[in-house]
């Protein structure tokens, strides 16, 4: 993958276009990439999305599902909308979204800033494509809605008076899941226009033999004769650390969570 | 107590490569306050961190916390009465002091104006469970006071029976 360009900080997060024929990524040199194949000479090209830096590092990115807009957050609070339409390899795309900014041509066109006050640690849009979620370090969560061409914010859509989300991902139209600091994730529903909160998935003791720990597992080798007790089986089922990445899973009702010392967990909706 | 719901809040960091410096990861809360005059760095880090708390009971105890993307400097002052307590309070936190690697959270040098430092990053958060690390912090700040009073009550009772046995010999012979 050729890069050339100055860059020379690391890249902090990525995300791949829904119609998977381009991605982006965000780097600590205060700008966001595009990268696509060029199809005049077949390979991987990374290319600047805007001539406008961000003020410090990108530390989150994410795809419009229309695949024609990106948006980023950054750690200086600002969270930012761009249009991403690569004349290259959307001119003959046909993709099977239709939504707001499915007809988008232009590439860097800043559709819509706005000041959050604290680092922005995720964006999500919805699936499809009407509203956005963000999640901000001060404990709120920023909701951009898109109607046509015109995205508003509300600023203090969620107001968490807990530890900060770190990550969330929008499930459907009205339901927002989110997980961070907490170590537990956590469940948003919109009713009557307003989020609120709905569910909380706690750490449950469930017996699953996937794990003992080596303390209960040396301790039963001396047991050899008797029976192993009970407690050895049950796993603690749940986060110890904050979680760094929330994903829809790809069957039904599912989803994954996982934290910095390499858990993962899936969790019915 | 609030002391415990200031850590568990300030406490959130996440790795986060240092935007100054290729390649780098350096706790950006030291950044901060050691370039406090440097405006083009100030620029650079200032909205990595956050404001400045302080804690105070008194004028004499004070708890300085300060906050960043990735780092966190929790500073103690204890409650010092006289020069008695001034002086065993100093010696005793350089004995931690220098001690600090084994400790790994304990700043060598305590910032100015407090007697000890703490400097905890994302990869000590990493290592540690944090709920352990704020009871750590906040047993070391009830302990120390403790252990300043015994200290001061050994070396008065000490400094007593010698007295009185130098005024004897004087008065004996």
Known sequence: MVMGNDQNRAILDGCWSPVRNKFCFGTGSYKVYIGYVDPDNQWWVAELLCRKKFSSSVLSVQYHPSGNAIAAGSSDGTIRIYTSYIHEVDKDLKSPYSGPLADVNTRGDELFRIDANSWVESISFSPSGTFAMATAHNGNVVEFNIQGTEITANEEAIIWDKLPFRTGVVLDDNTFLAAGYDMRPTLFKREGGKWKFSKDYKKEGKDTEKRQSVVQSNLSMFERGKKAPESTKKVKVGHSVPIISVQRAAEKGLFYSVDSHGNFFAWPI | ?173
């Open chain 2, 1 to 173: 107590q609030s002391l415990r719901q200031v850590f568990e809040a300030v406490l959130c960091l996440r790795d986060f490569p240092s935007e100054i410096v290729e390649k780098q990861v350096k706790p950006e809360v030291e950044i901060n306050a050691h370039y406090k005059d440097d405006k083009d760095i100030q620029k650079k880090t200032k909205h990595l961190c956050l404001n400045d708390v302080v804690l105070a009971r008194n004028e004499k105890e004070k708890c300085l916390i300060e906050t960043s993307i990735n780092s966190v400097r929790i500073s103690f002052k204890f409650k010092t009465n006289d020069d008695m307590d001034v002086f065993i309070a100093d010696r005793f936190c350089k004995f931690f002091a220098v001690r600090a690697e084994i400790f790994e959270i304990l700043r060598k040098k305590p910032v100015e104006g407090y007697d000890v430092s703490f400097l905890i990053t994302n990869t000590h958060l990493e290592k540690f469970d944090k709920a352990k690390l704020i009871d750590f912090l906040i047993e070391f700040v009830e302990n120390v006071e403790k252990d300043i009073n015994e200290i001061k009550l050994n070396i008065i009772t000490q400094t007593r029976v010698a007295a009185s046995f130098f005024v004897n010999e004087l008065a004996g012979n």
